[in-house]
C-alpha cells in the first residue's frame, strides 16, 4: 500500500487490526497507517498493552469525551484524506469520524480490499494454519473412538454429546477457541448442511455421521469435514459419495493461481449433473484469521485465485434421507493445489469398525 503525504488508511476490523498490529481485542482499538508513521489508538482499558503488543506503532490513548486526540494527529501529521474500510464500519461510526475530522481531513472508503491482500498467507501463517488442521484432524480421531464405542459398546452417544466432545479435545489441545460452533449429525440430520446438534439424536448402527469442525491456533483458523458410515454402506449411500469425492477431486486437479474461483464450480456441476439441485452451497471459502475469508467459490464469484491462498473445497449432496459433504484444505500454487488435509477419504476407509 502506497500513500501520498497527506493521506493514512484507517483500519478498524478485528482481523485487519490483528493482521497489522497483532493486537486481538473486541473494542476500543483502531490504526492508522500513514506514510511514515503508523499509529495505534486505544482506550485506558487497553493503551499499555497495545503499546507493548504492537511493535512500530506509535500509542495514542483515547478519550470519548474530548477528541483532541484525533485532530491534533490530523494537524501535525498533515493529513488530509483518511481512507477507512467500506465492509467494516458502521454509518453511525463513519459519521463520528467524520464530525471529529470535519476541517481537517475528508474520509473515503478505501479502493483497497485488504481482505484480498490478507488472503495471500506467509510462510508463518501457513505454520499456523498447519498447526490449527493437524490439531483438528486429531480430534476427529478421538471423535470416531468415541462413536465406534457408541455404535458397538454400550455407551449412548448423541450428537450433542460429540459437539461438546470436540470442545473438549480442543481445551486438551490447549486451544480453547473453535474456529466456529461444530456441526454434528447422524442419519437423515446429515441431509441438513448446518444441522444443529440435537441432544435427543443417538447414534446407532447402521447411520451416517457428518463431522465438521475446525479449531484456531494463534487465531488462524482451520475446517475440515468427513461422513463416516456406521455399517457397510448402502448402494444409494455409496453411489452419492462416490460422487461427492470425484467431484471434489474434479476441483483439487483445476485449481491453481490465476484460475477464476466460479471455474471450480462448474467442475463439480459437471459430475453432479442433474443433481446440483441438491448441492445447496458454496464450493469453498478462504480460510485464515476468519473462517471466511476471500476468495468465495460460488457459481457466482468474481475472485481469481492467487499464490499463497488457503482456501476450503467442500462439495456435498443432501438428501431428505441424508446427505454427504467432504472438505479439504489447501494451498493455492502456481501450477496446482497443495493438500493440507491427511485425514482419508476413501469410501472403505470412512467406515467405522
Same mark, same amino acid.
Given at each position: 500500500?502506497?500513500?501520498?503525504?497527506?493521506?493514512?488508511?484507517?483500519?478498524?476490523?478485528?482481523?485487519?487490526?490483528?493482521?497489522?498490529?497483532?493486537?486481538?481485542?473486541?473494542?476500543?482499538?483502531?490504526?492508522?497507517?500513514?506514510?511514515?508513521?503508523?499509529?495505534?489508538?486505544?482506550?485506558?482499558?487497553?493503551?499499555?498493552?497495545?503499546?507493548?503488543?504492537?511493535?512500530?506503532?506509535?500509542?495514542?490513548?483515547?478519550?470519548?469525551?474530548?477528541?483532541?486526540?484525533?485532530?491534533?494527529?490530523?494537524?501535525?501529521?498533515?493529513?488530509?484524506?483518511?481512507?477507512?474500510?467500506?465492509?467494516?464500519?458502521?454509518?453511525?461510526?463513519?459519521?463520528?469520524?467524520?464530525?471529529?475530522?470535519?476541517?481537517?481531513?475528508?474520509?473515503?472508503?478505501?479502493?483497497?480490499?485488504?481482505?484480498?491482500?490478507?488472503?495471500?498467507?506467509? !510462510?508463518?501463517?501457513?505454520? %499456523?494454519?498447519? #498447526? @490449527?488442521?493437524?490439531?483438528?484432524?486429531?480430534?476427529?480421531? *478421538?471423535?470416531? /473412538? =468415541?462413536?465406534?464405542?457408541?455404535?458397538?459398546?454400550?455407551?449412548?452417544?448423541?450428537?450433542?454429546?460429540?459437539?461438546?466432545?470436540?470442545?473438549?479435545?480442543?481445551?486438551?489441545?490447549?486451544?480453547?477457541?473453535?474456529?466456529?460452533?461444530?456441526?454434528?449429525?447422524?442419519?437423515?440430520?446429515?441431509?441438513?448442511?448446518?444441522?444443529?446438534?440435537?441432544?435427543?439424536?443417538?447414534?446407532?448402527?447402521?447411520?451416517?455421521?457428518?463431522?465438521?469442525?475446525?479449531?484456531?491456533?494463534?487465531?488462524?483458523?482451520?475446517?475440515?469435514?468427513?461422513?463416516?458410515?456406521?455399517?457397510?454402506?448402502?448402494?444409494?449411500?455409496?453411489?452419492?459419495?462416490?460422487?461427492?469425492?470425484?467431484? !471434489?477431486?474434479?476441483?483439487? %486437479?483445476?485449481? #491453481? @493461481?490465476?484460475?477464476?474461483?466460479?471455474?471450480?464450480?462448474? *467442475?463439480?456441476? /459437471? =459430475?453432479?449433473?442433474?443433481?446440483?439441485?441438491?448441492?445447496?452451497?458454496?464450493?469453498?471459502?478462504?480460510?485464515?484469521?476468519?473462517?471466511?475469508?476471500?476468495?468465495?467459490?460460488?457459481?457466482?464469484?468474481?475472485?481469481?485465485?492467487?499464490?499463497?491462498?488457503?482456501?476450503?473445497?467442500?462439495?456435498?449432496?443432501?438428501?431428505?434421507?441424508?446427505?454427504?459433504?467432504?472438505?479439504?484444505?489447501?494451498?493455492?500454487?502456481?501450477?496446482?493445489?497443495?493438500?493440507?488435509?491427511?485425514?482419508?477419504?476413501?469410501?472403505?476407509?470412512?467406515?467405522?469398525?
Amino acid at each position: 500500500m502506497i500513500f501520498k503525504s497527506s493521506e493514512a488508511l484507517l483500519i478498524t476490523s478485528r482481523p485487519n487490526i490483528y493482521h497489522f498490529s497483532k493486537i486481538d481485542v473486541s473494542g476500543g482499538v483502531f490504526l492508522l497507517l500513514a506514510k511514515q508513521k503508523k499509529f495505534v489508538f486505544a482506550d485506558a482499558r487497553f493503551i499499555r498493552g497495545a503499546a507493548r503488543i504492537a511493535h512500530g506503532f506509535i500509542p495514542i490513548a483515547t478519550d470519548k469525551t474530548d477528541f483532541s486526540w484525533w485532530r491534533q494527529l490530523l494537524k501535525r501529521q498533515e493529513i488530509k484524506t483518511v481512507f477507512f474500510e467500506p465492509f467494516d464500519l458502521t454509518y453511525y461510526q463513519l459519521q463520528k469520524f467524520r464530525k471529529i475530522s470535519r476541517g481537517l481531513a475528508e474520509l473515503k472508503p478505501t479502493k483497497v480490499d485488504l481482505r484480498v491482500l490478507r488472503s495471500q498467507k506467509s !510462510q508463518t501463517e501457513l505454520a %499456523k494454519i498447519k #498447526k @490449527a488442521l493437524s490439531a483438528t484432524e486429531e480430534i476427529v480421531g *478421538e471423535i470416531v /473412538k =468415541i462413536c465406534r464405542a457408541g455404535v458397538f459398546g454400550k455407551r449412548k452417544v448423541s450428537e450433542y454429546d460429540l459437539s461438546c466432545a470436540i470442545h473438549h479435545q480442543a481445551f486438551l489441545r490447549g486451544l480453547p477457541h473453535l474456529a466456529f460452533a461444530p456441526i454434528v449429525a447422524f442419519g437423515k440430520n446429515t441431509g441438513i448442511p448446518h444441522h444443529q446438534p440435537a441432544r435427543t439424536r443417538q447414534l446407532k448402527k447402521g447411520d451416517m455421521i457428518l463431522l465438521d469442525l475446525g479449531v484456531k491456533y494463534h487465531n488462524y483458523c482451520s475446517d475440515l469435514t468427513r461422513v463416516f458410515f456406521t455399517a457397510s454402506p448402502t448402494s444409494r449411500q455409496a453411489e452419492v459419495y462416490q460422487k461427492v469425492l470425484l467431484a !471434489q477431486e474434479a476441483a483439487l %486437479k483445476k485449481i #491453481k @493461481a490465476g484460475v477464476k474461483a466460479s471455474s471450480l464450480y462448474d *467442475e463439480v456441476n /459437471k =459430475i453432479f449433473g442433474t443433481q446440483i439441485a441438491h448441492f445447496t452451497h458454496g464450493l469453498g471459502h478462504g480460510v485464515g484469521l476468519e473462517i471466511h475469508e476471500h476468495p468465495s467459490l460460488k457459481l457466482e464469484s468474481r475472485d481469481q485465485l492467487s499464490n499463497a491462498q488457503v482456501i476450503t473445497v467442500e462439495p456435498g449432496l443432501y438428501f431428505s434421507w441424508g446427505g454427504v459433504r467432504i472438505e479439504d484444505m489447501v494451498v493455492v500454487r502456481e501450477n496446482s493445489a497443495q493438500n493440507l488435509t491427511k485425514w482419508p477419504k476413501e469410501l472403505e476407509q470412512v467406515v467405522i469398525k
